[in-house]
């Protein structure tokens, strides 16, 4: 048992494990006195974790654990601690020390402690009891063929491996395992070579032939086996013993190769002949007599992972000499505007200038970001060679890439239909990744048993699914998508059983859709069966006890799950304890961590669909999480959710690194993931906070009618701030660094001085001594020389409980986190810190109960009181617009953000078709914007880490709502001008007219050039246009004014959740939903400027065809400009008329009873006059 610290305080809190059956059925045996769980340990060869300390205990039977209290004054005298009863049964049989032990052989996979973590469901929360509820598996799957390091490594053989008399390694110095039978036939046949080095065998004898198999021993396995992880005091301790450094001149390897070193523990010679350069060379004749030289060693560390393109000169130096041009244009515009202002109508020259003034104040705040664009391409091959192939540090050549853990969030099965988000799992666990380096996390917000059940039949569907897409390269991996492709699904297959498997898979397809689909009826159906049981059951209990039949009988409408049980979660009657606001905490796992080796399959046969004995059929661990959710507590929405998921994530996997995604957004690209991480781990990648990926979306109408691709955004505007500090996080599609979400700092900033930050100042935040730290900061404590250790770092592990909470495995898990993300010690300087190559090569721990346990704790609903989550940890709250919030802070600490484009779409989701729906969305946005603009987040308030440009983008993204009320006023002045006879200039002067058309062209000089850079289309660029001012008169209004509500009187904002597409059926119509027209109060605005402006025009051309004195060139100008707000509000409506032209009566009314309060109120502060002395206007 390993000794650890008492706990101050703590409470019993008894995690029940039920092998079934009702809830009043579960049996508990007793229970064992408390023993707390460690969070760092002190043994210095164990891997630094606080999960090196779990411990089983002796008898399988009990595991228990506790968490400390930092402060006595945020514990209500409660001793929280957790024990864990698991039955013993003959499929959950007792762990044993052995069985949570870092094996690193295919083995693991056959633990019975992983069975029952899979096979159980986790719930707990507020003053309720914490129980594992074991869910009886009715499935029997067949054993895996396991192909342990311990066995032959040739294909279709099985028998021990044997070793040499000189190596315990193997017969051969590379270390391939082969029995004694293929032995002999290597040695007989095959000339005597290795299979595994194509080497000859070394001293080959007849003596070996004879060894004993007794003679293999249990350990001589970890000799091959990665180290593990240093301890943080193994850290301090050993800092002065570090790699070999070699006395060799390091021009042309790598600082922490040593040959010497080398050529001693492999027995090599320099020279022909040896495994640096064979004798059958490296290639075909392509060097001098057929050989070649020997590789360069430092190659590959040189190589870089990722490459910066600029944009070429000759289209980027004209653009930025055309934004000069424009604003001088501009300049020259306004300020002949205000010197020549029309005496005859005061009031609209004013109104027409103060917004031409802001209008362009907007235009230079959303120009400037953009003159620094940028491309950046990634070579996968490298990554493969640095981190996946064999090398000193990693004989084996295990993945040496860190840990992804992956977040999915849905709140609602109704509006986010399960079929999407299991197609959108299934993509996920599909991905080209090391599999025992992914896990996956489903957040449910609604704690729906729908998407519960959901994701269990997709765990299921996983099975075939995964190993079809590896075993014949699929893409896209989201079954949906793959089966529903118009070309031709031949193309670069040349498998003989393709067609064959293609054609069981769809079937099987087919059958889990329906499966899915038929869900919610089944649900209901079972929990009718179930409640009408309880009724009975109750009144013959009544009956029993002589009472009266007649009374009703109180029995609850519960949601009863397969097994019989009752649903932790939300019920269909929103009891008490069971609503969308008040239920308990849920954790399953639905796939448990896989094994470290590959397993694969069988033949194809009567149970399998598929052959899949060269293919690894693992799969990743998939996790339900439904966070606890209590009357009385903010949840804070998706922000909360995902926190929640943050810390669920750290007690069970613990990824330095986190992809967020949509349950619409699934992964388009295989390997979407790796490109994300070669940004991560290459040369200055320890700066790096996020990388962000463009969002692509399907499902919309050829058109684009509501600009739905947002293209200028994603292409232009994104590229060009990747040119800077970095594009924004904007809620999908981006994969994290664990530590910055934390809130810490990053190892190296930059501060900005002066005007315009020209003047820069480099800190280094993660040495001993920090000169300057920010309000806003955390410093995150660095491994040092033991004797050098700062008191700041110490402070700032005392203040951890504080900032993250009372978990001490949370809290242990930080500097786990933090090494595992850092870059190898051959791409860091000199006195950088760095983690040798092969350290992340080690098997993933077995999870336990007690760890499961844990992760219960943190997704209470008291969990974040009195702690910083949400203020500087984690997604920020405060903004329904939490994503572009918590980029900022990332920014504003220092760090940089990278923009992956790559060549194939690494995501696809879904957007809104629908007008009505598209401009709910734009409201929820514009008014984070306006929370943004109103709070500490706006960026007049940065830091000097945060670069002027930068700092202009975020400034923008708080300020562009405002420009609606503007744009509204705008117009409207056509219209305006049309009634009353007035223009906003004096006279149509030459002057007015080339600075009109000087801005014009620049303008669309720029455009032009933006998409050659770009590539997008001006096709694309027109619809933004068009949307910018659709959007500028409807939902930005609404967002401004709700947002000063909010601001002035505390009038909280409530959104409902945007609605996803299903997949359509055969035969309907795809794009159905962009001709449906919901009635909303946003539409009043851009109907009557509409109207108003249509009958100005007729007005106006009416008064001028009648008036004895014509003034033309009024006219003109007037419906110059009525048709350019018109040609913009096109789209818009079109889109009310719907398929068929039929418009809600209330929008006819409402808009008529506008236009016309409108033409009465202009006929009472301006009447007509019978003289028209006024109309004097002539041509120049």
């Known amino acids: 048992m390993v000794k650890s610290a008492s706990s101050p305080s703590s409470s019993p809190v008894t995690i029940t494990v039920s092998s079934g059956g009702k809830v009043g059925g579960i049996r508990s045996m007793g229970l064992t006195s408390p023993v707390p769980r460690a969070s760092v340990s002190n043994n210095p060869n164990s891997p630094l974790s606080s999960r090196a300390n779990r411990r089983a205990s002796s008898g399988g039977k009990y595991s228990s654990m506790s968490k400390d209290e930092t402060t006595t004054e945020e514990v209500n005298s409660e001793y929280v601690s957790y024990t864990v009863h698991m039955p013993p049964t003959p499929d959950h049989q007792p762990m044993s020390a052995s069985q949570t032990s870092l094996a690193g052989d295919g083995r693991s996979a056959e633990k019975p402690e992983r069975s029952f973590i899979s096979g159980t469901i986790f719930t707990g929360g507020y003053n309720s009891v914490t129980r594992g509820h074991v869910i009886e598996c009715s499935m029997d799957q067949a054993e895996p063929v396991v192909k342990s390091g311990l066995i032959c490594g040739m294909k279709g053989c099985d028998e021990k491996a044997i070793h040499g008399k000189k190596s315990k390694r193997g017969l051969c110095e590379c270390g391939f395992k082969i029995c004694r039978d293929c032995y002999l036939d290597c040695v007989g046949s095959g000339g005597g070579r290795c299979p595994g080095c194509k080497e000859p065998y070394k001293g080959a004898s007849d003596d070996e032939d004879e060894e004993d198999d007794e003679d293999d021993e249990p350990g001589s396995e970890a000799e091959d086996q990665a180290l593990p992880l240093p301890s943080m005091a193994e850290f301090k301790l050993d800092k002065r013993l570090s790699l070999v450094k070699s006395f060799k001149a390091q021009q042309n390897h790598p600082p922490d190769f040593d040959h010497a070193r080398w050529l001693f523990e492999t027995k090599g010679t320099y020279g022909y002949g040896n495994a640096v350069w064979p004798k059958d060379g490296y290639g075909f004749g392509s060097g001098a007599n057929g050989f070649e030289n020997p590789p360069d060693f430092g190659e590959r560390s040189r190589r870089p992972l990722t490459r910066k393109v600029g944009i070429s000169a000759a289209i980027l130096s004209p653009y930025r000499l055309l934004i000069l041009l424009r604003l001088v244009a501009l300049g020259f515009f306004l300020t002949w505007r205000i010197r020549h202002p029309n005496r005859d109508a005061m009031w609209l020259w004013g109104m027409s200038t103060v917004c031409e003034l802001w209008f362009a104040l907007s235009w230079i705040l959303d120009q400037l970001p953009k003159l620094c664009p940028v491309n950046r391409v990634t070579d996968l091959s490298v990554l493969k060679e640095r981190f996946e192939s064999p090398n000193l540090q990693n004989p084996k050549g295990r993945s040496d890439l860190p840990g992804i853990d992956i977040f999915v969030s849905t709140a609602d099965p109704e509006k986010e239909p399960p079929l999407v988000t299991a197609n959108t799992i299934l993509s996920i666990l599909a991905v080209d990744y090391p599999v025992e380096k992914l896990a996956c996390y489903l957040s449910d917000d609604g704690g729906a048993l729908l998407t519960f059940e959901a994701l269990a039949e997709t765990a299921s569907f996983a099975r075939i699914w995964v190993p079809f897409c590896r075993k014949h390269g699929i893409q896209p991996r989201n079954p949906e998508a793959y089966f529903g492709q118009k070309r031709d699904f031949l193309k670069n297959k040349v498998r003989l059983d393709f067609v064959r498997e293609r054609r069981r898979v769809k079937r099987e397809y087919d059958e889990f859709k329906v499966r899915i689909n038929s869900l919610p009826e089944s649900i209901r159906r079972r929990s009718d069966a179930y409640n009408a049981h309880e009724e009975l059951r109750v009144k013959k209990k009544q009956m029993e006890m002589g009472g009266n039949l007649s009374e009703p009988v109180n029995v609850p409408k519960a949601t009863w799950m397969s097994d019989g049980s009752h649903w932790a979660g939300t019920w269909a009657s929103a009891e008490a304890e069971h609503s969308r606001g008040d239920h308990a905490g849920v954790i399953q796992a639905m796939l448990a961590p896989p094994s470290a080796e590959p397993v694969y399959g069988t033949e194809a046969d009567g149970e399998n669909l598929i052959d899949t004995t060269e293919v690894d059929?693992?799969?990743?661990?998939?996790?339900?999480?439904?966070?606890?959710?209590?009357?009385g507590y903010d949840h804070n929405k998706k922000a909360g959710a995902m926190n929640a998921l943050v810390r669920t994530s750290a007690i069970m996997s613990n990824g330095p690194f986190i992809l967020n995604l949509d349950c619409d957004h699934y992964i388009y690209n295989s390997f979407a993931l790796r490109e994300g991480m070669c940004f991560m781990l290459d040369r200055g990648g320890d700066r790096i906070c996020y990388v962000q990926f463009p969002q692509r979306f399907e499902g919309i109408d050829p058109n684009d009618r509501y600009a739905n691709h947002n293209t200028v955004f994603f292409d232009v505007s994104m590229r060009a701030l990747d040119g800077l500090q970095g594009p924004m996080y904007v809620g999908t599609g981006c994969i994290f660094r664990?530590?910055?979400?934390?809130?810490?700092?990053?190892?190296?900033?930059?501060?900005?001085?002066?005007?315009?930050?020209?003047?820069?100042?480099?800190?280094?935040?993660?040495?001993?001594?920090?000169?300057?730290?920010?309000?806003?900061?955390?410093?995150?404590?660095?491994?040092?020389?033991?004797?050098?250790?700062?008191?700041?770092?110490?402070?700032?592990?005392?203040?951890?409980?504080?900032?993250?909470g009372n978990s001490n495995s949370l809290a242990a898990s930080i500097p786990v986190a933090e090494y595992q993300g850092r870059l190898l010690q051959d791409l860091q300087g000199k006195g950088k810190q760095g983690r040798p190559a092969g350290s992340l090569a080690v098997p993933r721990e077995p999870l336990d109960a007690a760890t499961v346990a844990e992760a219960i704790s943190v997704i209470s609903c008291f969990y974040e009181d009195k702690t910083e989550w949400g203020k500087r940890v984690g997604w920020i709250y405060g903004s329904v617009t939490e994503d572009v919030v918590t980029g900022y802070r990332m920014h504003n600490r220092g760090w940089r953000s990278v923009y992956c484009v790559t060549k194939r779409d690494a995501f696809r989701g879904t957007a809104p078709i629908n007008l009505t729906d598209r401009l709910h969305q734009v409201l929820r946005w514009a008014t984070g914007s306006v929370e943004i603009f109103f709070s500490r987040n706006n960026a007049l308030f940065a830091s000097r880490r945060m670069k002027f440009l930068q700092r202009v983008a975020y400034f923008n993204v708080g300020m562009y709502p405002f420009t609606s009320l503007f744009l509204i006023v705008y117009c409207f002045l056509p219209a305006v001008s049309l009634f009353s006879g007035q223009f906003i200039v004096q006279s149509l002067s030459v002057t007015f007219l080339a600075f009109l058309l000087a801005i014009t062209l620049t303008l669309c000089m720029l455009a032009i050039l933006e998409i050659k850079w770009s590539g997008i289309t001006l096709h694309d660029w027109w619809r933004n246009e068009q949307f910018w001012l659709i959007g500028g008169t409807s939902a930005h209004p609404a967002a401004v004014l709700q947002g000063l509500l909010k601001v002035i009187a505390g009038v909280d904002i409530s959104f409902t959740l945007t609605s996803k597409a299903n997949t359509p059926e055969d035969g309907d119509d795809e794009f159905a939903d962009l001709y449906e027209v919901k009635w909303s109060f946003l539409m009043i605005p851009p109907i009557t400027i509409i109207m108003v402006n249509m009958i100005a025009i007729a007005v106006g051309a009416a008064r001028t065809m009648y008036s004895p004195f014509p003034e033309w060139s009024k006219l003109i100008g007037g419906v110059f400009f009525s048709f350019w707000v018109l040609c913009h509000l096109y789209p818009f409506a079109k889109g009310l008329m719907g398929r068929r032209g039929r418009v809600p009566t209330i929008v006819f009314v409402w808009s008529g009873l506008i236009s016309i309060i409108i033409s009465l109120l202009w006929v009472y502060i301006s009447p007509p006059t019978a003289t028209q002395d006024y109309m004097k206007f002539q041509f120049p």
Do not use: C
């Open 738 to 804: 664990r530590t910055a979400l934390y809130g810490f700092s990053p190892p190296r900033a930059t501060e900005h001085h002066g005007w315009f930050g020209r003047r820069k100042i480099k800190l280094f935040l993660r040495k001993a001594k920090v000169a300057k730290k920010e309000e806003d900061e955390i410093a995150l404590p660095i491994n040092e020389d033991y004797n050098d250790v700062d008191d700041d770092a110490d402070i700032e592990s005392l203040l951890l409980p504080k900032r993250f």
């Open 617 to 631: 059929i693992r799969l990743p661990m998939l996790v339900y999480v439904s966070r606890e959710k209590r009357p």
